[in-house]
């Protein structure tokens, strides 16, 4: 028996199959609602589309449902109200692909254990809409990944199905796309990184300028289409490759830039020269300089991670990314300077690491948001462990601490802030710069701060008891 989808489309013109694209008559699945597929999601629904949620962990869909949240920055509110007007929904059920016009792809894309790619998940994902795809159904790729991806890993999977759809080159000066021959092509595919900021008050979602490159000239302009119609600017590329391309240039140029910050912070601290008065400083220039500043070491499941795809992707043309390789060697060696800044600062003061008391403040990767995915945090609790120190942490968002795939703290609970507690610490760490810390009162009752981020650059008193690091 046909499916809707297969009878709707089968008496449809090619251009009014892509026509849909262009209005909130097609219907939206997000596969993956994690802290890019939720908000993506809700926005769709939001904007008046109707939008399936598709996840495989029943607990999300659950709480989705009965119009909870699991993502702090997203309030409940906003799902209960979509819910509402009943143009979202979540589900794990799979067979409901077949019902959706476009198909947007938001599942993790981490490093395996020898630091390569690990694309199970966009592999899986494909699998299960190759089983159920229908022709005319736009598929589009959010998860960043190395380029090819799209042309080389999910159209192949998709073409399983025994439909096509070539890749073929386009045109395109940025808005209009040329080529949208649909001859021989019977879905269409496209790569849109997602460029999600968790945490970031300045831009909402549908402000970010969103990148499109399709695997032909119809899908780039189905996506854009579709994409039009919820963000304010949308960009298309002439390929799938070339977007993918686009999101890891951003990535690599954070990630180099904030490696050669810590590599300059490590040579101002020798120079006894304070690299944020630097940096501060070199801002005050109109043009050509863009601020980043050192830390305790990358988080998040973007930066530390996506620069490896390409590197990954590189030896398959044999050519070193030095840049790549340099830059994640200074940004994964700071959590052990910051430990050797914390031994430096008690010997200073005639006490050793080993059996001391060290309280961490702050396990999220960066301040006010509860992801703790690559935080520098964890690097460096288990470094202090290693070396016999007694360590607790505090951080509003994370209460305790669970296994993870790299660290299993999970009997380890945030500890209450107190000045009694402060003190009983040989060190405290500010790995994390909550906008919620009173950073006056930690200095005042602690005895030693050794400060990652320069939280600590508006306490006036008791300034002999910060070390910056
Ligand atoms: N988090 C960010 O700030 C950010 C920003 C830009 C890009 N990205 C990229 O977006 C992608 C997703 O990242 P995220 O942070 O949202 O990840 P996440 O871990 O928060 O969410 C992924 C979701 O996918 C679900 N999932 C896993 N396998 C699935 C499957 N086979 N089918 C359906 N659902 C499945 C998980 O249960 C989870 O809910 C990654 O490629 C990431 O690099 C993330």
Redesign the pocket.
């Known amino acids: 028996m046909e499916t809707k989808n297969e009878m709707s489309v089968a008496t449809e013109s090619p251009t009014a199959r892509l026509a849909r694209f262009g209005t909130k008559n097609a219907q939206v699945g997000v596969?993956?609602?994690?802290?890019?597929?939720l908000p993506l999601a809700l926005l769709y629904s939001q904007k008046g589309f109707r939008t399936t949620g598709?996840?495989?962990?029943p607990a999300?869909v659950e709480k989705l449902e009965s119009g909870q949240t699991y993502i702090r920055h997203i309030p409940a509110s906003n799902i209960a109200a979509e819910k509402k007007e009943n143009r979202f929904r979540a589900t794990t059920n799979f067979e409901d692909l077949r019902q959706m016009d476009a198909i947007i792809i938001?599942?993790?894309?981490p490093l395996d254990d020898h630091r390569e790619p690990d694309l199970s998940?966009i592999r899986?994902?494909a699998e299960?809409i190759q089983e159920r795809l229908q022709p005319g159904q736009l598929v589009v790729l959010?998860?960043?990944t190395y380029p090819g991806t799209t042309e080389e890993l999910v159209v192949p999977i998709l073409e399983r199905s025994g439909l096509r759809s070539p890749i073929r080159p386009y045109s395109t000066d940025g808005h209009e796309v040329r080529d949208t021959d649909l001859e021989a092509i019977d879905f269409l595919v496209a790569f849109s990184p997602?460029?999600?900021?968790?945490g970031n008050r300045l831009f909402q979602t549908h402000q970010i300028p969103k990148v499109i490159g399709g695997v032909n000239g119809p899908s780039a302009r189905a996506a854009k289409a579709l994409y039009s119609q919820v963000f304010e600017r949308t960009i298309v590329v002439s390929s799938s490759r070339a977007a993918e391309m686009t999101k890891l240039l951003e990535n690599i140029y954070r990630c180099v830039n904030i490696a050669l910050v810590n590599e300059l912070k490590l040579l101002c601290l020798r120079m006894g020269i304070d690299i944020w008065e630097v940096i501060e400083a070199a801002k005050t220039k109109p043009f050509g300089f863009t601020p980043f500043y050192p830390g305790p070491g990358l988080g998040?499941?973007?930066i530390p991670i996506?620069p490896f795809y390409l590197t990954w992707k590189a030896h398959e043309y044999e050519l070193p990314t030095r840049f790549i390789e340099l830059a994640g060697e200074i940004n994964s060696a700071m959590p052990d300077h910051v430990v050797s800044s914390v031994i430096e600062a008690l010997n200073q003061r005639k006490q050793c690491l080993k059996d001391s008391p060290i309280l961490i403040l702050g396990v999220a990767y960066k301040k006010d948001i509860d992801d703790l995915r690559e935080s520098p945090s964890l690097r460096i609790i288990k470094l202090l462990q290693a070396q016999g120190a007694k360590v607790d942490y505090h951080d509003p968002y994370f209460p305790q601490l669970h296994k993870m795939r790299h660290y299993d703290f999970q009997h380890m609970k945030s500890i209450e802030i107190s000045a009694d507690k402060l003190g009983q610490y040989a060190a405290v760490i500010v790995a994390t710069d909550h906008s919620s810390y009173d950073y006056d009162f930690i200095v005042r009752h602690a005895r030693l701060v050794i400060d990652t981020r320069n939280a600590t650059r508006s306490v006036k008193e008791h300034r002999d008891k910060i070390v910056l690091c």
């Open positions: 596969i993956g609602l994690g802290y890019v597929g598709f996840d495989t962990d999300k938001c599942v993790p894309t998940y899986d994902t299960t959010e998860s960043t997602e460029r999600e900021d968790p998040g499941h973007c996506d």
